[in-house]
């Protein structure tokens, strides 16, 4: 009986996230009436998505101890989830919680180093696509700073892309905190070698209390990878 209530509970729980999930992809079918799943302009394409930092290098921490990777993965999940209801074609640099380094390295710098070389490879072999990362921003002396900013590197494309994400980011998240799009530093080794269009976004501020709340939720998730979504289906 209790095993039979238990299934009954997982589907439910199931059929609850669907129905979110097919309401979010719906409304930005809605908004994006020119690419609706099944349109051959869609599915020539292919996004490579990049959840940053993982495993031992949890990226920015909040003053509650709440790292941005575990964030970072589940908002590039949901993104992912909703481009594909276009018939977007995804790559991920990784799907778990763990970083994608050579784990029996000597020292942390030797597995981060490894880390972010297997995601250049990863967006490289993928030519003619799209990276977009995904980040955490954090500034602690600034604790009431927030809201999203996107980069992008110096590949052709690149510009239009993150400007479209964060024309949707503006609309979406940052209502009365509208943010502009700039090119990224060029010491960021994985968009400075990317050899596609990239784009990183960082979601929010973990040094802002309020702003960390939110990004831990799946609703609040699910509205950010609405917007990325929306940003690449408009600039596709």
């Known amino acids: 009986m209790m095993n039979s209530c238990l299934r009954r509970g997982v589907l439910i729980l199931c059929g609850a996230a669907f129905c979110v999930l097919a309401a979010t992809a719906w409304a930005l079918r809605q908004y994006l009436?020119?690419?609706a799943p099944g349109d051959p302009a869609a599915e020539t394409a292919v996004v490579v998505l990049d959840p940053g930092h993982g495993g031992e290098d949890g990226g920015a921490v909040s003053p509650d101890g709440t790292p941005?990777?575990?964030?970072?993965?589940?908002?590039?999940?949901?993104?992912?989830?909703?481009l594909g209801f276009f018939g977007v074609r995804t790559v991920y640099t990784r799907q778990t919680p763990e970083a994608v380094g050579d784990p029996d390295l000597p020292t942390?710098?030797?597995?981060?180093?490894?880390?972010?070389?297997?995601?250049?490879?990863?967006?490289?072999?993928?030519?003619?696509?799209?990276?977009?990362?995904?980040h955490q921003n954090s500034l602690p002396s600034?604790?009431?700073?927030?809201?999203?900013?996107?980069?992008?590197?110096?590949?052709?494309?690149?510009?239009?892309?993150?400007?479209?994400?964060?024309?949707?980011?503006?609309?979406?998240?940052?209502?009365?905190n509208e943010k502009t799009a700039r090119p990224i530093s060029p010491d960021i080794y994985l968009m400075k070698h990317a050899e596609i269009p990239a784009a990183l976004v960082e979601c929010g501020f973990l040094s802002n209390a309020a702003e960390t709340e939110r990004l831990?939720?799946?609703a609040y998730q699910l509205e950010?990878?609405?917007?990325?979504?929306?940003?690449?289906?408009?600039?596709?």
């Open 224 to 236: 950010l990878a609405a917007a990325i979504a929306a940003g690449y289906l408009n600039h596709s």
């Open 108 to 134: 942390v710098r030797a597995r981060k180093a490894s880390d972010i070389r297997r995601r250049v490879e990863t967006a490289n072999a993928v030519p003619g696509g799209a990276l977009i990362s995904i």
């Open 142 to 176: 600034s604790p009431g700073t927030h809201g999203a900013q996107v980069f992008w590197n110096r590949q052709s494309g690149a510009e239009d892309l993150a400007k479209a994400i964060q024309e949707a980011l503006n609309r979406g998240i940052n209502q009365g």
């Open 33 to 35: 009436p020119a690419l």
């Open 68 to 82: 941005e990777s575990g964030i970072n993965l589940a908002v590039a999940q949901k993104t992912g989830a909703l």
């Open 216 to 218: 831990r939720q799946d």
